[in-house]
């Protein structure tokens, strides 16, 4: 979540931080810093709060140099406040910026103390600022400094150091947690993303894991971990400064279709790290509060329900904690017995969602262990009202059919789901396979996506249709529920959703030659059950397209429907992935048909009323 932006050049860069900060914002963040070289010595400038309340500061105190550093932190060690805030100093000559999680500060800072160093924070960052500057006091230039202290950290990270000593030089390193260098004429910047310098360059080299760069005016030179000299190329990014521009998309929606590897990517990164979910990602104390969870309780509207609908079957499944699911409008207006310990779990795109804000207010009152958000908006409402929050990173999604925002949220269900898991006893095999499991899930979804043109194709058979029946088992219902609802949103095709199981209870007497029916398939233990239920489907006519996993045993019916195969990647990542295809096939039928498919009739992104 938090954000780094580094410059050296022969302007004052203090503006050049300032504008890359606010291009940050969306990743979440609670305080702000910069600090430069000015005159010889560090100038630092830090607020609690967001970028507006530091430029506040700098307007009444301003400062100016060619070189400095700038920060957004989220509050993992330490609670939000001026003293936490980066950057970090020390012996006034070091200044540092760290994203991630250093897993042993509190060894490392033990040993600084035994070196005279005093500690003025609560962060796990401030260790980084104090061996680097232990290193030049021992002989070492900056860049040798900070390989030396890289060597010493366990977790992840992304840092850019500065010291007075050798102006015009900015060293950064980066392990688990993306860094990238701006290149411009004369003039050279770090980011955690290409967004916070877009506005400075379109040339960028993307560092590697565990790679070390210096820059200075005269260029920069990157290193690997053993500080030998390496080569990264530069790339042009296509990115406008813009970053809601729908580029080389027709649609916003199906831009946001294909940002969903980096999208996921992102909010995974500097979460998991050597095989295990950091600890803190959720808060401060957040595992003191998670581990006395006995009973989840989610709370959500439309796309953010069918995930905590999801995430009801792996914390029930995989940890064996109790979970509940209810739609926020109607978990407001009835009597709710809160069982000991249940945490109270609000799940929103934007944060603002009338019925979710109002029912995280009404949860306040009730008697929860405590409440945590998943959330993609940092400065929402609902992430400052909530006690712990997981920001999803998927960033602006502007199609009002959520799409990026659904799969982030199921990663970030995931991530949470693990974490209990480990405080629940989970075997330490199985956690270390599921975490693996989720590392690839941004790479399987891509895979996924090349699969558009067959999709494509399909839809032209959804075309005249007027209804759809979606069929899942167990926790690939959601995923179903979640088809049918972007087809109906943006098609205006009249589209339901139902275990598979439930076929004869009802559904089944509105199959005929012109009811298709969806079918989502990976191979799982249900499995056998869901084909039993589909050869219903079959013996009365009904056109069937079914979604399957690579190696589960279908046979195809071209006369009547059609075989898509997935690859699921495994039964915990399988929901996200096979929720990528429906999300195409609603995409596609709604361009056929002539329908407005980033702003749908009746509908709006955020449902800020009742």
């Not at 999208?263 to 998670?290: K, M, Q």
């Not at 109270?344 to 009338?354: D, I, K, N």
């Not at 999803?392 to 949220?409: D, L, M, N, Y």
Request: net charge negative; hydrophobic share 45%; with cysteine.
């Amino acid at each position: 979540m938090c954000g780094i932006v580094a410059a050296t050049a022969r302007r004052d860069v203090v503006p050049i931080l300032i504008a890359g900060l606010k291009a940050l914002e969306y990743r979440g963040y609670d305080s702000a810093g910069i600090s430069v070289l000015e005159d010889g010595q560090l100038a630092r400038v830090r607020a609690a709060g967001k970028v507006r309340e530091l430029e506040a500061l700098y307007a009444a105190h301003p400062v100016a140099g060619v070189t400095g550093i700038a920060h957004t932190r989220w509050a993992t060690h330490g609670v939000p406040n001026t003293v936490n805030a980066h950057p970090h100093v020390s012996s006034e000559r070091v200044a540092v910026v760290h994203n991630g999680i250093i897993e042993n500060h509190a060894e490392l800072r033990e040993e600084l103390r035994a070196h005279g160093y005093r500690f003025e924070s609560d962060t796990d960052s401030e260790v980084i600022a104090h061996l680097v500057d232990h290193g030049l006091a021992r002989g070492a230039d900056l860049l040798q400094a900070v390989l030396a202290a890289t060597k010493r950290l366990h977790g992840a990270y992304a840092i850019a150091v500065m010291s007075r000593d050798q102006p015009g030089h900015v060293v950064g390193a980066r392990r688990g947690s993306p860094l990238v260098i701006g290149i411009g004429e004369g003039e050279y910047f770090l980011g955690s993303d290409v967004q916070a310098l877009i506005r400075q360059t379109n040339t960028f080299v993307y560092l590697e894991e565990g790679d070390i760069v210096e820059i200075t005016l005269d260029g920069a030179a990157v290193y690997d971990a053993d500080g030998e000299p390496v080569e990264r190329p530069q790339r042009r990014s296509e990115l406008s400064a813009d970053a809601v521009e729908r580029g080389e998309y027709r649609h916003y929606m199906l831009k946001e279709i294909f940002e969903q590897p980096r999208a996921i990517a992102d909010t995974l990164e500097g979460r998991i790290a050597e095989g295990r979910i950091l600890p803190n990602i959720f808060g401060v104390d957040a595992d003191a509060l998670l581990a006395r969870v006995k009973h989840v309780q989610i709370v959500a509207c439309g796309t953010s329900y069918h995930a905590g609908l999801v995430a009801r079957y792996w914390l029930e499944g995989l940890v064996g904690l109790p979970c509940s699911v209810e739609v926020a409008s109607e978990y407001r207006y009835r009597h709710v017995v809160v069982p000991e310990g249940t945490l109270f779990l609000a799940v929103s795109q934007s944060g603002e969602t009338a019925d979710t804000l109002a029912a995280l207010r009404e949860g306040h009152q009730r008697g929860y262990l405590g409440s945590l958000a998943i959330c993609n908006v940092p400065e929402s409402s609902l992430v400052r009202e909530s006690d712990l929050v997981l920001m999803t990173r998927a960033g602006p999604e502007i199609g009002v059919a959520s799409t990026k925002a659904f799969t982030t949220q199921l990663t970030a269900l995931a991530l949470l789901t693990l974490e209990l898991g480990r405080l629940n006893g989970m075997p330490a095999d199985k956690y270390a396979e599921l975490v693996a499991e989720l590392a690839t899930l941004p790479r399987v979804i891509a895979e996924v996506l090349t699969l558009e043109p067959a999709i494509a194709a399909l839809a032209e058979r959804f075309v005249p249709r007027h209804h759809a029946l979606f069929l899942g088992r167990g926790v690939n219902f959601p995923v179903a529920l979640e088809g049918a609802l972007k087809l109906k949103e943006i098609s205006y095709i009249h589209a339901e959703a139902y275990p598979a199981g439930e076929l004869k209870h009802g559904p089944l007497a509105l199959v005929d030659q012109d009811m298709p029916v969806i079918a989502v398939a990976p191979n799982n233990q249900l499995l056998e059950k869901l084909k039993s239920n589909l050869e219903e489907v079959r013996a009365r006519g009904g056109e069937l397209f079914v979604f399957a996993d690579t190696d589960a045993p279908f046979a195809q019916d071209g006369e009547r429907g059609a075989l898509i195969r997935i690859a699921s990647g495994g039964n915990l990542i399988a929901p996200a992935v096979f929720t990528v295809p429906l999300q195409l096939l609603a995409y596609h039928v709604a361009v056929l048909r002539g329908t407005d498919v980033d702003q749908p009739r009746n509908l709006a992104k955020s449902v800020t009323v009742e």
